[in-house]
């Protein structure tokens, strides 16, 4: 089959998404980016056609929208909207984190879930795909209104999850606070102490890595493909965005590996130190984003870096990227400079923050591109082995978790090498962590039925 008559195919598939999921564009840009890898791969595979595999996995296999009221530090009657998506239950009970941001909707949600369930996959633990959230904004709140909202939201949630069924984490807006808020509430309504979050304090039954772990992960997914050309992080420049979970812990294992770490950003700018975020630097970082809650522009008073209001950190010199923000952000002309400043490697802490014509732009120069489904699988590979301590009622050391992540990062590595290689010798990072996403669920959805 020739590639025109392969896109049309896939633009016939796209139709059929978007009438049923109209409006819901970061959905039908996950989907279009998955499906561009796929039909080829289904077209010489006709057993997974036939089965309708990816009609069904386009599907979720349900959808909760629910009401949150809850009453602010005013007594002001406050609603948000909550969600969650279980959309696939193929290799093992739904597992994806929740968000709380005030951009939160159900194609996000759907998007982020579709993602969630190639990358669990790819973990190779038994792990089915999910995500919820809501348009919650904790910026600006007290810890009681935070209390409050995760209260309420659990009071709906609780009904519909399990540590055998659903075992949601945490995401953009929902760290250590939020999940604590949120188990405390599910056991008190259920009367159980189970598992049924991860990402919680190891004082109760939390994994030790689980919030280095998305960071990690990148790092060592960026680690791999370097090794693969006989580079490593030693001297390299790297750009990260983002001041959150994934970017604070990306800049901590980057700079443990000889790699110089010299941007980062949140939702008002960026923040550019040519000399480096180093140890105490970041530690600054971590008290002025997690419990100062303040914004990255006092990073460059405090240190004398440059601030760019409203900008994103793409116009900086670096070998390396990690963007660890949110979707969509870097677009193509920022990929563009990226790439003519010398950037050879892009690891996607965040999910989907590379718009389509950006990842064109990074597999046209061959740049050494791995996207989230593969880069970022860290989070919930270490939330997966949260579950099975939870299961034996038995915590790991730093050192077994730290191992099993980065044995479990090295196989997401080699399945992409093994699906994914060009005729040129290259890897194709896109393509191997799509097929060998969809390979295990599809199969397993075929050997359980018409379900
Ligand atoms: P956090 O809430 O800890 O941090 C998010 C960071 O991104 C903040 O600096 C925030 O800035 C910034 N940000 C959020 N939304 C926007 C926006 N619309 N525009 C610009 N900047 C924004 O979240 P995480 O670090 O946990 O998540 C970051 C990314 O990583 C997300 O894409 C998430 O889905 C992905 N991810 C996270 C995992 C995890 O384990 N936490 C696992 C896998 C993927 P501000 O404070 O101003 O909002």
């Known amino acids: 089959m020739t590639k025109h008559a392969y896109d049309q195919k896939v633009e016939e598939f796209m139709a059929l998404i978007k009438a049923k999921n109209p409006g819901e564009r970061e959905y039908h840009q996950a989907v279009h980016e998955v499906a561009e890898s796929l039909i080829p791969y289904i077209e010489e595979h006709p057993h997974y056609k036939e089965a309708k595999v990816l009609e069904r996995i386009a599907e979720p296999e349900r959808v909760i929208i629910f009401r949150v009221p809850w009453q602010d530090d005013k007594g002001v009657i406050q609603i948000n909207r909550g969600f969650r998506i279980e959309m696939n239950s193929a290799i093992g009970p739904y597992k994806g984190g929740l968000r709380f941001h005030p951009t939160v909707n159900l194609g996000i949600l759907k998007f982020l879930a579709f993602e969630q369930v190639f990358k669990n996959s790819l973990t190779s633990l038994p792990l089915g795909g999910g995500k919820g959230g809501s348009d919650f904004d904790p910026k600006g709140k007290s810890d009681n209104e935070v209390m409050h909202f995760c209260q309420s939201f659990m009071s709906e949630l609780y009904r519909h999850i399990g540590p055998n069924t659903d075992i949601p984490a945490g995401d953009i807006g929902v760290g250590g606070r939020e ?203 270490v939330s997966g082995l949260e579950m099975t301590q939870n299961s034996m009622r038995m915590p790991w050391t730093r050192e077994e978790v730290d191992s099993r992540l980065q044995i479990i990062m090295k196989s997401i590595h080699s399945a992409c090498v093994k699906y994914g290689k060009r005729d040129d010798g290259s890897i194709d990072y896109v393509k191997g962590s799509n097929i060998a996403g969809f390979v295990k669920v599809a199969d397993s959805m075929i050997a359980q039925g018409a379900v």
Do not use: H
């Open 179 to 381: 999940i604590g808020y949120m188990f405390g509430q599910y056991k008190r309504l259920k009367n159980e102490f189970t598992g049924v979050l991860t990402g919680k304090s190891p004082n109760w039954g939390g994994s030790l890595i689980r919030p280095e772990a998305t960071g990690y992960g990148a790092t060592y997914i960026a680690q791999e493909m370097m090794k693969l050309q006989n580079e490593s992080f030693k001297g390299k420049t790297v750009a990260v965005s983002g001041s959150g979970n994934v970017a604070q812990f990306a800049t901590q294992k980057v700079t443990e590996l000889g790699g110089m770490v010299v941007s980062l950003s949140d939702s008002s700018g960026s923040i550019y130190d040519p000399k480096g975020i180093d140890k105490e630097k970041l530690e600054y970082v971590m008290y002025l984003k997690n419990v100062k809650r303040g914004r990255i522009k006092e990073y460059a008073e405090k240190y004398n870096a440059e601030y760019m209001e409203g900008q994103r950190p793409w116009s900086v010199k670096c070998d390396v990227a990690i963007p660890s923000a949110t979707e969509n952000e870097i677009n193509q002309e920022e990929a563009k400079t990226l790439v003519s400043n010398g950037c050879k490697v892009v690891s996607e802490g965040a999910n989907m923050p590379c718009t389509p014509e950006a990842m064109a732009v990074f597999q046209d120069k061959r740049v050494l591109y791995a996207p989230g489904k593969a880069a970022n699988a860290g989070g919930v590979a």
